[in-house]
């Protein structure tokens, strides 16, 4: 099996920064795309940021100049790095990744909860 632990998340002021990070660990052979979606409260999952293997990124408009993938592949994790934070971004982020493993699948994280206050 495969499990995507994430961490960094919090509480921060309107225009301050944080960083989610996020562990792949277990049977993987290989990571393909690796990336972030995010729930806002009563809202559905939405993409955030995606980065391949390749290193291509795709971020939603909406956080584009602001956030900034990123990854390091050889210790299977994906960063977020959050800037100029605002309150419509508040939600649970979660990590996500294509891994070939046993099969090749989709897997999620827990969440972590980023709040952020005006």
């Known amino acids: 099996q495969v499990q995507l632990v994430e961490s960094g998340g919090g509480l921060v002021q309107a225009g301050g920064s944080l960083r989610l990070s996020c562990v792949a660990s277990?049977?993987?052979?290989?990571?393909?795309?690796m990336g972030w979606y995010r729930q806002p409260p009563g809202k559905q999952r939405e993409l955030v940021a995606v980065?391949?293997?390749?290193?291509?990124?795709n971020y939603s408009n909406s956080v584009k100049g602001r956030f900034t993938i990123s990854r390091d592949n050889a210790k299977n994790t994906v960063y977020l790095q959050m800037n100029s934070l605002k309150p419509e971004d508040t939600a649970v982020y979660l990590c996500?990744?294509?891994?070939?493993?046993?099969?090749?699948?989709?897997?999620w994280g827990q969440g972590t909860q980023v709040t952020v206050s005006s």
């Open positions: 996500y990744a294509n891994v070939k493993s046993a099969y090749v699948g989709n897997f």
């Open positions: 277990g049977r993987i052979l290989s990571i393909n795309t």
């Open positions: 980065m391949s293997s390749g290193d291509n990124t």
